[in-house]
Structure formats: C-alpha cells, structure tokens
C-alpha cells in the first residue's frame, strides 16, 4: 500500500480505501497502491470478501489524462484491473459520485456493485476522441449486453445509478453511506456462498445479432459523427469483444486504443480539455485576488439576450432584477421566459415547481432604482454605442458602490462605455452568445482600466453560471467577432465570385463548421452584422464588393428566418436555395466587375479559414487573446468550430503553418492582396518551422 490507498478489516470483509483528492483520480499512485492492496489480500487467510472504496465526493473519477502525452507508467490500468478481476474472493464496488471512463472500468472489473443514489456512471471517452481502452469495450458489453454498451461508448452520456441497476451494470443502488451498505452486501455474498463473478468470462449478450447491430451502428455513426474516427474505432473495438476470446480482445483494444491516442482527434480534445484549465492565467492578474461577491443581479434590456441572461442566473439560484423602458418589452420578455422554461418542463430535464421557482427569481422592473442592491449589472440592449453610454451613466447613478458594470457588447469600445462612468475599474465586458441559456461560451472584456478583483469575479460568474469564460482585450469585435470578420468576408466573396450560398455553407459545414456561415446570419439577422459596418464605414476598406450581398439583402429587407428569406427561402419551418438571390448577386458581381472565378469547395474552405487563422495570429501578437488555446477554446465553445479540429489555431498547427503562410501569400497574388498579407506573427513561425503551440509554451503565461 502506500499513501493514497489502505486496507482496513471489518471483521472478515477487508476494505481497501483510495483517499486521492480531489477526485480519486487513476493516477500512477493510485494504480501501484491498488496493486499493492490487492497483492497483499491475495493470500489473506480468513478474507472472505473485498470492499473497494474512495473516501471524499466521488470513487475513482477517471484516468489521469496527463499520461496520455507522457505515457501511462507502471503499474498499468490492465495489469491493476487483472488482479482486481482475479481476486479469489468476491469484490464488491462501493460507487458514489462522479464515476467515468477508467473509474467505470475498474468498477466493472470488480464482481459486484453498490451504487448509492445520485452516483452517475459514464463512459465519456468519445468526447475526448479516445476509446475506453482500459478492458471497458470488451467488459461492458459482457456485463450488460452489446446494444446498451453500445449506447454507453456511442453516446459518451452517464447513466444514473437506477438507469444502471436496470441494464444490470449496479447490482442494487443504495440510500445513506455506500461503503456501509458495500460492507452489509458483501457479507450476504459470502454467507450465501457466492464467489467472485467475472466479468471477463460472461457471454456477450446480443452477440447472435451483432453483424446487424453493428452494421446499423456504423450507419448511424456515419450520419451523426461526421468527419470523426473514435466512434468507428469504438465499434471495431466492440466487435472484437464479440468475435474473439477475452485475452485477444484486450490485445485488440489496446492497439485501437493506441492509435486513437496519437491521432489528431483525441490530440485535439485533449488540447480543449487542458485549455480550459488554463484560462484563469491571465498576464498581470495576482493569483491572490480576491473576488466580490455576486448575490443580486440586474440586467438592462428584456430581449431575447437579456431574457437569455438573466435564465442563466436564475438557474444558478441568484435573483435578477430585468429592467426595460416599456411594459410591453417587460411582459413580452417574461412571456418568452417562461415558455423557455415550459419547453424544458414538456422534455422532461425541468420539474415544474422548478420552473416556477427559477421564474420567482426574476423580478421585472421599468425603474433603474430596482438595480440600486445588484452585486453586478449587466447591459443587454442592441448595438448602439451611444445608446449604451447613456446607459451606463445612468447605472453609475445608481448602482451602489463596488458593484460591476457589466456590458454584452459583441463589438463596441468598452472603454470608450467605461468612461462616461465616474468607476472605470468596475466596467467590464461580458460576451454571452445567443441564446445565452444555451451556449457555453463568455467573453469577458477586460478592459484598459477594468480592476483585478473585477476580472477575477467575472471568471468566478462563469463557472457559477455553467459557462467557459475566456478573457479578451478590448479591440473590435473582442477574439471571436474579429476573426469572425474576414471568415465570413471570404464566404461573401466567394458568393460574389459565382459560388451558390449554399455551396459555401456546404463547403463549411462538410470541414465540420456546426453551420455554414451564410445560414449563420440568415438565422441572426442578416441586417445585425450590416449594420454594424454601416456604422463602422469610415474603417472599412475601400472596396464595393465588401460584404455586398448582405448589403443587397437587407436594402431589400430580407433579412434571413425572422423575415422569411434572406440567403435562403424560409417556408414552413424549412430552409431552401433562393435562386433569385443567387441571380442577383451574379448581377451585381457583373456591375462591379468581379471576375466570376466558381471556387471550389476546397478553396472555399481555405480562403474562410486560412483568413480566420491569419487574424488569429494579428489577435495573439496584439495580446487581445492570452493563449492560442484561448482562441481555441472560443471558437469551439461559441462559434461551431468542431472539437475534434481542435480549435482554428490547433488545426493551423496540424496543417502546418509553413502550409498556410504560402497559401495567403498565393492568395495574395491572385487574388484581393489587401487582404491577404500574412500576420507577422505567422510569418516569423512559418519561417521558423514553428508553431502556435510552441510560441505559446515558450511565452510561458
């Protein structure tokens, strides 16, 4: 044993505990002191059953993720898992927590399991890109049948501990202390005279039809994993457990396991998964800030973001005051509240006393004073510079002091809103992505005289509210607006130059993008981002064709879904090609004289991203973006950009950037070279053979 794990007696039942917090990870540690437990018991006269347990919140959570780039040392999850499964006395699972991926596995190849209520069981790994390569593809679908082992791996979703009493995966699940109730049922075990079941020799129930189940699995797989390899490796791992002996199947597994291990998929979500826990590093912030505490909230604005917003605080448990000029605004703002609520009620995911609960926190207002007790105010209204700096004189007015003022803002000067303040340090941006009830994703603006304390509040509000908060600079458009500019400029352009809307959004969409972005602004508002340049006129280039379809649509007022066609037509909940959109852009490209070029989806991808990528690099060298994880980390979590790309700078660095860097400067010479000159950034790395990865670990935040 050793300090993560020990073995106590309760009388003839011996418990072997692992104490590892914070999550009884399956570190190195751990893994050598579950053999040495089980090594020493091995040979224990007068043992007639095992108990495993975790003290703390959760039994063993999962792997330990950092082996993955560093290499699992010894002992190994098979070995360790092996002399569980081969005890000579039964053993018993005392489940509790958050039990996934490595921590089910070893749960499964324990003999029994107690589950108490409230455990969720999971194996995720296909959310990671991986497999569950510790026996978890072959055990599972012995333990509880192909299809709902399928389900499990296919899925990556927990199943509760009375869901995994019903597939057979819990063998009782359990009010009060688990390990108790672990105990009680071990001793019944051996009074009963039942030995250790293993898991490794039962019989893949469904085996007689796996050439049909896995054949439609592929199928599905094929439609709903599009571009991605582990679902695929998952099935070949599981029809191995079906065709072959235990041992060759484990030997099978772990050489699927391998191989997804070092692909760019599971590189790539091991990358998100290590960027969110870097994003609290942020340059110039000490680590010992304290932060202000939030109990009120106040929004301005009843529309569809600030109803959004004040839905995730209310589903937090924190009151909000929602204030707006007209009643109207205010009663149709909560009507949409509640039928938000109502829809999450008829699913099933909601109870309706909680509905009416969360709705009690929300109190409507049309008088500012109702936000004089919030802890932090936020800002929701459309994108008017102007209109927002009268507001945010009238919140300095009345917010008490020290509470933060908070602006959604998606591409204003925060300092400039900050200014009319007499509390600068107070001011700060808070990005949510619409509908904000949903989406994951923050921005949060620090801004040039935005206080430590205020940041790191705002960090806290993110995770309090179940969202990923990711710090910017101000600039236009903050990180995910700014590169969204020339991404979608290309898109544009390419339209003007003879390639259909829906060409290019299939283009898009077929890389792995959630929508293409033509679809984007039609669902949006087509005149949203308009008007926005309209606004911005006197810095945008000198260049008719710029953005001139959206222009085209919204002089006409088609305005995309809200008006019934746009890009696309819109009849009857569906979306179709407009052929005279299409016409008309043709029309227009002839008046300006853009040459009619019929990009190919290729280049359509390229012009798009590689213009995405190359802002990003100008982003990073300004230090708007901390990290190029950072951006990585928005652009997944609020832009639709697949996960397992990695994000618009990790798959730069898997292209290569030498790769991109040459292409822009082809773009340059056959194309618009106004805007195709490679960020400086890019260029030195290009050069260098170097890469955003590497530029960001030697900047060592």
């Not at 108990?51 to 950092?66: E, H, I, N, P, Q």
């Not at 509760?160 to 009680?184: F, P, Q, R, W």
């Not at 005149?527 to 006129?537: F, N, S």
């Not at 000198?542 to 085209?552: G, L, N, T």
Request: contains cysteine; proline residues 5%.
């Amino acid at each position: 044993m050793n300090e993560v794990v020990n073995v106590s007696a309760q009388g003839d039942i011996a418990v072997v505990t692992v104490d590892s917090p914070p999550v009884n990870t399956l570190t190195r540690e751990v893994r050598a002191g579950l053999k040495a437990a089980f090594a020493f018991l091995r040979d224990r006269k007068g043992v007639k059953a095992v108990v495993l347990a975790c003290a703390g919140k959760t039994f063993l959570s999962g792997g330990d993720m950092r082996e993955f780039d560093t290499g699992v040392q010894e002992p190994g999850y098979h070995e360790v898992l092996r002399l569980i499964e081969d005890s000579p006395v039964p053993v018993v699972a005392a489940l509790h927590g958050t039990v996934m991926g490595g921590g089910v596995e070893t749960a499964i190849a324990c003999h029994y399991r107690v589950a108490q209520a409230g455990t969720k069981l999971g194996l995720p790994e296909i959310t990671l890109g991986i497999i569950p390569g510790a026996g978890g593809t072959q055990r599972m679908p012995r333990l509880i049948g192909l299809e709902p082992a399928l389900d499990m791996m296919l899925s990556g979703k927990p199943l509760s501990a009375a869901d995994a009493a019903k597939v057979s995966l819990v063998d009782t699940a359990v009010d009060g202390d688990v390990t108790t109730a672990a105990i009680a049922y071990a001793r019944e075990i051996a009074a009963e005279g039942r030995g250790p079941r293993r898991t490794r020799e039962m019989p893949v129930a469904g085996a007689d039809r796996a050439a049909e189940i896995l054949a439609a699995r592929r199928a599905q797989v094929a439609k709903t994993y599009r571009n991605r390899n582990s679902p695929n490796v998952i099935l070949d791992a599981v029809q191995a457990a079906v065709e072959l002996p235990f041992d060759a199947g484990i030997v099978r597994e772990r050489a699927l396991s391998n191989r997804v291990e070092r692909a760019v998929e599971g590189r790539a979500y091991r990358h998100l998964f290590f960027a969110e826990r870097e994003l609290r590093k942020i340059p110039g912030l000490p680590a010992d800030v304290q932060s202000r505490k939030v109990a009120k909230v106040g929004i301005v604005g009843a529309g569809t973001m600030g109803g959004g917003i004040a839905m995730c605080f209310a589903n937090a448990g924190i009151p909000v005051a929602i204030v707006d000029a007209k009643q109207e605004a205010l009663d149709r703002g909560l009507a949409t509240l509640r039928k938000n609520y109502e829809r999450s009620v008829t699913r099933g995911s909601l109870k309706p006393e909680q509905m009416e609960s969360r709705l009690a926190l929300i109190r409507p207002s049309l008088d500012y004073a109702a936000l004089g007790d919030a802890d932090l105010v936020i800002e929701a209204v459309f994108e008017n510079l102007a209109l927002k700096k009268e507001i945010f004189a009238r919140l300095d007015a009345v917010a008490k002091p020290g509470a933060i003022l908070g602006t959604n803002t998606s591409t204003l000067d925060i300092d400039a809103i900050a200014a009319v303040t007499q509390r600068p340090q107070d001011v700060i941006g808070l990005h949510f992505f619409s509908p904000a009830n949903v989406m994951r994703l923050l921005e949060i603006v620090q801004c040039a005289k935005t206080a430590p304390d205020a940041v790191t509040t705002a960090l806290d509000i993110a995770k309090t509210i179940r969202k990923v908060g990711v710090v910017a600079k101000v600039c236009y458009g903050f990180i995910g607006n700014r590169m969204m500019d020339p991404y979608g400029r290309e898109a544009e352009r390419c339209v003007m130059e003879g390639a259909a809307p829906e060409e290019v959004d299939a283009a898009l969409e077929d890389f792995g993008m959630a929508m293409g972005i033509l679809a984007v602004y039609d669902m949006a508002g087509v005149d949203i981002g308009h008007l926005t340049r309209v606004e911005r006129a006197h810095l945008l280039p000198k260049d008719p064709s710029f953005y001139r379809p959206s222009a085209m649509l919204t002089e006409r007022g088609w305005l995309g879904q809200k008006s019934g066609r746009g890009y696309y037509r819109y009849e009857g909940g569906k979306r179709t090609p407009d052929p005279e959109v299409a016409a008309l852009v043709r029309a227009e490209a002839a008046r300006l004289g853009v040459p009619q070029r019929k990009p190919s989806r290729q280049e359509i991808q390229e012009r798009c991203l590689y213009a995405m990528i190359n802002e990003g690099a100008r982003i990073l060298e300004e230090g708007v973006a901390c990290r190029a994880s950072d951006i990585d980390i928005v652009y997944t979590a609020g832009y639709g950009f697949p996960g397992y790309r990695g994000g618009p700078m990790f798959y730069a660095d898997t292209v290569g950037l030498k790769v991109i860097y040459d292409k822009i400067v082809e773009f340059g010479r056959t194309l618009d070279p106004q805007y195709w000159q490679p960020a400086p950034l890019l260029e030195r790395l290009a050069k260098a053979g170097g890469s955003f990865a590497q530029w960001q670990a030697e900047r060592k935040i």
